[in-house]
Nanobody, 127 residues
Framework: QVQLVESGGGSVRDGGSLRLSCVVS????????MAWFRQAPGLERERVAA???????SYKDSVQGRFTISQDNAKNTLFLQMNSLKPEDTAMYYC?????????????????????WGQGTQVTVSS
């Protein structure tokens, strides 16, 4: 059973920084097909940053240039470095892991059919 455990959340002032970590256990860690999501009260969960099947990264427009997603294969850990934090970044942040799949037709791709979630870590940014 794949387990994801986030840490690193906290309370910071506007303009501050935090580094979130997500340790993955119980499965085959590839360092790909992983993402950070966040959910603020009353809003839907949204994807913030992701690492695709080929290692490429993508970001939500509002965090581009401020957040950096990375991973460490040796530690089975996903990171999210968050700089220049704003009050609107306040949310519960979740780590998610999808399955790296392959088919002769599609080649390699990430499948969210059996997405695994962490328990979340709270980030609060005050003005």
């Amino acid at each position: 059973q794949v387990q994801l455990v986030e840490s690193g959340g906290g309370s910071v002032r506007d303009g501050g920084s935090l580094r979130l970590s997500c340790v993955v256990s119980g499965g085959t860690y590839t360092g790909t097909c992983m993402a950070w999501f966040r959910q603020a009260p009353g809003l839907e969960r949204e994807r913030v940053a992701a690492i695709d099947y080929d290692g490429s990264t993508s970001y939500k427009d509002s965090v581009q240039g401020r957040f950096t997603i990375s991973q460490d294969n040796a530690k089975n850990t996903l990171f999210l470095q968050m700089n220049s934090l704003k009050p609107e970044d306040t949310a519960m942040y979740y780590c998610a892991a999808d399955a790296l799949q392959y088919s002769d037709y599609d080649g390699s791709y990430c499948s969210s059919k059996e997405r695994h979630w962490g328990q979340g870590t709270q980030v609060t940014v005050s003005s």
